[in-house]
């Protein structure tokens, strides 16, 4: 009896195990704000309202996967590839101002060695970050297949679970831009 | 067969994905880290024997014993298990194979090479030697100045990618493939239980790889999670850890009990008594499991709120545990015992496990934990739970699964030897370590001073340890000869009634010819009745 | 063999071993019951047919009184637990009467009121409760009295607390408990209980500064050989240096019983032996082979051993 779909089945197993890894991570980024008191620095090195452009790039493209997964059902698969290069596009864009973001940390010496902030800020940032470079590459493997033929029933699966794990990767950065970015924006 | 076929036969090894032979790699390779393992655990006890013994010196002891129990733990009860089930779900289900065959073989070797880099580290020059749980500051680059924690922290990242891999094969595999027929409340407990031992790996593992990474980022890049010295402490890592070490530990037994409630009911000719308690119980203990982790931690200092705490969930987890037995003892009461040696290692199991919960409990009291933690104490407890019980259950499911996986029954005389050797050398090595601990013997230590009563009890066990050793042999030798010239096994040479039993032994590469139809959960006994009960 | 633990000495530990006569009694008997049910099974309910037994799959009844004895069973031990901890560990005070500090691999003794350091070897007097602070220097340690009460961590960067108490005057034996890396094993400590008189003189003792050598004897030469040779960058002798504690205080170390966390017994021979080539007995431990002369060990052995 298949019930469920077994790629998007074994997906949401794999996110399941990968929450609980963020979660931890978060846990020690929590604990860190809890026992350091006050911020070593006079304001904040990080920027927030930059990062707040970046993120929504990533959430758009939440959005802009979704719209592709749509065009594939509907038998379109022109909609499909353009959707897709814009969600990788959107997916770059973040990454190279995640990489902004770092060399500008870099050079003010904000680093893992230096303190608890730097080690569990490009710990967290870090995997995020990694994180989406797979989900970039597997978007990216899917786009090229969709140009060397029209995808079938069997590959929309895969696309489906492809497209599960982006938007996980979309609701783990919420969490994480809100408790490093907006608790000392706000 | 000529020789580039003989060549082409070993190589489709490396390249399957068939669940069977999949299953069977994980247990060769087991066997092959158990004796590493087990070797590792006779020199630390050779070194025990006597008060002020030389044979072994403190930096080389420290690597042994960490390497016995990162070994016994990540390379040998967990894939073991996991490696047992991998063979049998599907057939036991009543499915062609795992759903996704290459993520398994994948699992598997990832595994593998976890295991084989664990142990280059000798050859660095520096195994690990922080112990198996590697507590910060010891296991930081300032204490721990060679590679050997950065061998184990990477080769634990490794295996636990193949573990998780292994558990979202699993649980899609039985939620996704069952046989018609076969609903939840139909399952065999051995998969019941393998579905709730997978959902506690896709809790347990990523925990600890979070604390891995960061104890990895503290040695490599001198960051200070676990140095109060910048702001970290070393007691979030016990946090961390434990969050994963103690699901750990239920990973390491469900799928024991689950063996167990297979073997049992067969041998005694009657259905397990209890089969929703049984199964609701285990789901208690998942769930109990993730909140009892401090109760590693009570000799911290954590305070009252969280002593009090995991002091009751750590009593409260006894009961799922214990009723069990109970259930296990009425499937047996009132049924016609045959005494083969799966069955007799199913009774030694009840007996012994039953011994290492009950010195759980113990613990659980808190105030005894004050006494008893990091002694020989622990020691034996954790042997009775892990050995006693968890490798007894496995030694009932070989002797029972054996004449499924290889065609041809396990000889049961030299299993009798077996066992009674087996027996006797696990009681007489563990058991005297309670009274160990309870003088004073810490655990983790090359030596011990000559205190009354200290060398004797030493010398015991490790006597005890060396007639395991010779179990293990006969065991050895038995399934070498019976692999050659055992009783053919037949499909079902036990009278079982779960779907394995309704294909060839060994079964065809696809498993079933046909599937047999499922109205209850023992679908041949169901066969074999027609005018039966139905479940 | 007198099991430690089951052996208490003071009210603290005679608590503990209170609960763990309750447990036992209840895990005693549980295991009492699980066997002799093994054993009549196995007699009474072998097969001795090819006949099928009824099939009972199970009775709910049963299941539920099975599920909630031990659910009672275990509220008892959470209550007890409850009590226990009470009495081991509500005492008002919270200013420690001892320091202890857990070095890799020593265990370093600091009496705040007396400003009084001493290593390995803890005094305390008889029949009365001691709060000991634990702390460590360098890796989590764990200080450990079976007989007098219950063990705790030394975590660096914290100072936990337990209760001792010793209601008559003799020596117990203290382990550390938590691995701590080569020489755990070795970082044995004891405790003395005195009446007050002799813990009062014992205290006043300790601290006071060394008592100054002169002349030309081994111990004056050897006196300027502690110095010279190193060893004061790690030891402190009061009065004569003034060190942190990295290494043990031998301030008085003549004055007492065992040697490197019990390992060796204080003897002019054993000291000597040890500053040798510490080690070689002591494989791991941080002293450093200092590679001393013949004439050089017997003038330092001297000194040593005036420092009472």
Known sequence: MRRFNTVKLATAFFLASEAVFFTFLIAQFVFFRANVHGTQYGTTPLNPPRTLIFTICLLASSGTIWIAERRLEAAQPAGFRFWMMVTIALGAVFIAGQAWEYAGLLSKLVTPERDLFGASFFTLTGFHGFHVICGLIALSVVLMMAFKRDLGAREIAGVGAVSMYWHFVDVVWIVIFSLVYLSVWI | ?535 | MHLSSLNPASPEAASILDLWNVTMWICGSIMTIVTVALLYIVFRFRARSAAEPAQVAGNKRLEIAWTVVPLLLVLLLFVLSIRTTGAVFDHAQQIPDIIVTGHQWWWEIYYPAANAYAANEVHIPVGRDILVGVEAADVIHDFWTPQLGPKVDAIPGRRNLTWIRADQADTYRGFCAEFCGNQHAWMQFRVVAQDAGAYNGWVARQAQPAAPVSGKDDAALGSVLFRRRTCVNCHNISGYSSQQQYAPDLTHVASRKMLAGERLENTPKNLRDWLHDPNSIKPGCAMPNLKLSDEDLTQLTAYLETLK
């Open chain 2, 1 to 535: 067969m000529a020789p580039a076929q003989e060549a082409t036969r070993w190589l489709s090894w490396i390249g399957t994905v068939d669940h069977k032979r999949i299953g069977i790699l994980y247990m060769l390779t087991t066997l092959f880290f158990f004796c590493l393992g087990g070797l590792e655990a006779l020199l630390m006890r050779i070194q025990l024997s006597w008060p002020g013994n030389g044979f072994l010196g403190p930096q080389a002891y420290n690597q042994v014993f960490t390497m016995h129990g990162t070994t016994m733990i990540f390379l040998v009860v967990v894939p073991l298990l996991l490696g047992l089930a991998n063979y049998l779900v599907p057939l036991m289900i009543g499915a062609r194979d795992m759903a996704l065959p290459r993520l398994n073989a994948f699992s598997y070797w990832v595994f593998l090479f976890g295991g084989i880099l664990l142990y280059l580290s000798f050859m660095s020059g520096f195994a690990p030697d922080a112990g198996w749980f590697s507590y910060p500051p010891l296991s930081d680059r300032g204490f721990s100045t060679q590679h050997g924690v950065d061998y184990w922290a990477l080769a634990l990242l490794g295996i636990g990618v193949g573990t998780i891999g292994t558990a979202i094969n699993l649980i899609v595999t039985i939620l996704n493939l069952r046989a018609p027929g076969l609903t939840i409340r139909r399952l065999p407990l051995f998969v019941w239980m393998t579905l709730i031992n997978s959902l506690l790996i896709i809790f347990a593992i990523p925990a600890l790889n979070s604390a891995l990474v960061m104890l990895l980022m503290d040695r490599q890049l001198n960051s200070h999670f676990f140095t109060n010295l910048g702001g970290g402490s070393p007691v979030l890592w016990q946090h961390f850890f434990w969050s994963f070490g103690h699901p750990e530990v239920y990973i390491m037994v469900l799928p024991a009990f689950g063996i167990i409630s297979e073997v049992i009911p067969v041998f005694s000719r009657k259905p397990i008594f209890g089969y929703a308690f049984v199964a609701a119980s285990t789901v208690a203990i998942g769930i109990l499991s993730l909140g009892v982790w401090a109760h590693h931690m009570f000799a911290v200092g954590l305070g009252k709120p969280w002593d009090f705490a995991f002091g009751a969930s750590s009593l409260l987890i006894a009961v799922p545990t214990g009723v069990k037995v109970f259930n296990w003892i009425a499937t047996m009461w009132g049924g016609s015992l045959r005494f083969t040696t799966s069955m007799l290692f199913a009774i030694a199991f009840l007996f012994s496990f039953t011994i290492g919960g009950l010195s759980g409990v113990t613990f659980a009291a808190w105030p005894l934990d004050l006494q008893t933690t990091d002694t020989y104490y622990v020691v034996a407890h954790m042997h009775y739970v892990l050995f006693g019980g968890t490798l007894f259950a496995v030694m009932a499911g070989l002797y029972y699964w054996f004449p499924k996986i290889s065609g041809r029954l396990l000889s049961e005389s030299l299993g009798r030897l077996n066992l009674a050797l087996l027996f006797i050398g696990f009681h007489m090595t563990f058991f005297i370590q309670h009274f160990l601990g309870l003088d004073g013997m810490p655990r983790r230590v090359y030596t011990y001073p000559d205190l009354p009563g200290w060398k004797w009890m030493n010398l015991t066990s490790t006597i005890g340890a060396f007639i395991m050793g010779l179990s293990f042999l006969v065991l050895f030798w038995n399934v070498i000869v019976s692999r050659r010239s055992g009783k053919i096994a037949g499909d079902n040479p036990w009278d079982a009634w779960t779907l394995e039993w309704a294909t060839s032994s060994p079964p065809p590469e696809h498993n079933f010819d046909a599937v047999p139809p499922v109205h209850g959960p023992r679908p041949l006994w169901d066969l074999a009745h027609p005018a039966g009960e139905r479940a």
